[in-house]
């Protein structure tokens, strides 16, 4: 039965696609911004108001936020390849698609050539009542963005 909803997306229901990296669970993403610089020019000869021209496209990182598990070392592993200098092995291609309410993909993400930057370990607390949940979280920069739905 197709999804006849034409509202706006709901931002619970989604799903992350890493290749070469098998982690999953995750409970928040950010999705990056992006903007253009704009730089002003002007010739002598021009009026005196300034031309705007565009600059150089701008992308923020990507973050990515699980809870962490017992023998789960997915997303340390792929961080520590790039302290280990392999870069080539630790780029990576990643998805994140928005899911209607009968989980399909509505709205995708695709980030080319990605690698984890920074790695979060959870962190930990004494005292509270019930206890968070231990979260680890890897903020991931790459070399394109796109959207493909």
Request: charged residues 30%; hydrophobic residues 35%; aromatic residues 10%.
């Amino acid at each position: 039965m197709p999804d006849s909803y034409m509202g706006p997306l709901r931002t619970e229901r989604f799903e992350v696609e890493i290749d070469d990296v098998d982690a999953v669970g995750f409970k928040k993403v950010d999705l990056p911004s992006q903007s253009t610089q704009m730089n002003e020019y002007r010739e002598g000869t021009d009026p005196i108001w300034p031309r705007q021209l565009w600059g150089q496209t701008q992308y923020e990182d990507l973050t990515l936020e699980r809870g962490a598990k017992k023998g789960d070392m997915a997303l340390y592993e792929w961080r520590k390849l790039v302290v280990d200098g392999k870069m080539e092995e630790a780029r990576s291609d990643i998805a994140v698609s928005v899911l209607n309410s009968i989980g399909e993909a509505t709205m995708r993400f695709e980030f080319v050539d990605a690698w984890p930057k920074e790695y979060q370990p959870p962190t930990l607390q004494a005292g509270g009542s019930g206890g968070d949940v231990a979260t680890e979280t890897i903020v991931v920069t790459y070399n394109e963005m796109q959207r493909t739905e």
